[in-house]
């Protein structure tokens, strides 16, 4: 296999520093840039890194970045996107980053669908997947319309969650709101919709558990060529956040729902589908796409399956052959987050600390954790903390 080609991910959050490892590891030259505060954090050993302008808010200077960049290295690079804004950002301007370096995404119509949770959940209905209700909101009198329709609990979620999560109030880190009730469903639109259109949807009870995602890497002629799962058993914040603590495990129920879809959506590239099982009607249910490489790829390479790699191998024309078999029964841990999210969770009365240390027990890898390589979990652990004393 040959490695002589560089890549370059967009990226050094937990995602991103994940990727820069998986390619590292195999002999690949990695470049790897953030912005400034998370390039504080992330910074790591094994790729050369830097600071690079914002997807969102210097559109145009990353552009030019990225053209400068691809000039230095004399070869297209593949490119990884590690974020939703840096996938939106070349997605949008895919033609322009074609001339410079190599990558592979679905339509630009269909990032822009999984990346508008609205849309989401219409090309769901559209595809006859079971999901959650949901209700988009627009203003206040069709909030009063559909009220009494609204079963509750129900969660109040953005409809574009990186950007609302971004906002400067602290109170926005999370990814969905749980409302009670109908007053209280009130009080929180009047006060979010400031940040963002929202929308209001149904609760699917039951543990974290019971949530499953299938990850996937289509060629251009939709080949399926990698295909790997996890269970969710922890996540931050609690039971409506992203994954702490997860399982490889495979679930052959999820995969002959997942694939179907996906093929007749036509997207190729990386994908994550996640999907959670309603203890109401045992049905999976879907919940969401996100159009990259997800925050578990460390787990990636521990069960075989290197989403990272095999994307590399098929863009620089290498032919990979599919590996579509996985180990199981491997945990993958962001310790940090999973130490939060128990805190929270023992706060409750929901966990103890023995059965959180339970939990933990058996072969596991670690989000950041390296030897070779400890300062971002270190940064990151310090950050983690620091941000939980600003919002106490």
């Not at 490119?79 to 840096?86: E, N, R, V």
């Not at 992203?242 to 490889?248: D, E, I």
């Not at 049905?283 to 075989?304: C, D, M």
Request: proline share 5%.
């Amino acid at each position: 296999m040959r490695n002589d080609i560089p890549a370059v991910v967009l990226d050094l959050s937990a995602t991103g520093i994940g990727i820069v490892r998986s390619l590292a590891k195999q002999g690949i030259q990695v470049y790897a840039y953030d912005t400034e505060g998370k390039y504080k954090i992330g910074k790591t050993r094994y790729a050369s890194c830097g600071i690079c302008p914002s997807p969102v808010l210097e559109e145009d200077d990353l552009l030019k970045f990225l053209a400068n960049l691809s000039r230095t290295l004399g070869k297209k690079a593949v490119l990884y996107a590690g974020s939703d804004d840096f996938v939106y950002f070349i997605s949008k301007n895919r033609y322009v980053l074609s001339q410079y370096y190599k990558f592979l995404l679905p339509e630009h119509s269909l990032v822009e669908a999984v990346l508008d949770k609205r849309l989401t959940y219409e090309l769901a209905v559209k595809s006859n997947l079971p999901c959650p209700k949901t209700f988009t909101i627009q203003d206040e009198e069709q909030l009063k319309q559909i009220i009494d329709q609204i079963t509750f609990p129900c969660i109040l979620k953005p409809v574009h969650s990186s950007y609302f999560r971004s906002q400067i109030d602290n109170r926005l880190y999370k990814k969905a709101i749980v409302v009670e009730h109908a007053s209280k469903l009130w009080e929180e639109y009047l006060f979010y919709r400031s940040f963002g259109e929202l929308m209001i949807q149904e609760i699917i009870p039951g543990e974290d558990n019971s949530i499953y995602s299938i990850k996937t890497f289509f060629d251009d002629q939709m080949n399926l060529i990698g295909l790997w799962m996890n269970q969710k058993l922890h996540q931050f914040p609690p039971h409506y956040g992203s994954s702490a603590l997860v399982l490889s495990k495979r679930n052959e129920e999820v995969i002959q729902t997942a694939i179907p879809f996906l093929k007749k959506i036509q997207f190729k590239g990386l994908a994550i589908a996640e999907f959670k099982r309603d203890p109401r009607d045992g049905q999976l249910k879907f919940i969401e796409i996100n159009p990259r490489i997800g925050l578990t790829q460390a787990l990636s390479s521990s069960v075989g399956v290197n989403l990272a790699h095999l994307y590399y191998l098929s863009l620089t024309d290498q032919n990979p052959s599919p590996v579509l078999e996985q180990k199981e029964g491997i945990k993958w841990v962001y310790f940090v987050r999973d130490f939060l999210s128990f805190r929270q969770n023992k706060r409750n009365g929901e966990m103890t600390f023995f059965g959180w240390m339970k939990s933990l027990s058996g072969k596991k890898v670690e989000a950041l954790f390296s030897l070779y390589d400890p300062l971002p979990f270190i940064r990151s652990f310090i950050s983690h903390i620091r941000n939980l004393w600003g919002r106490r």
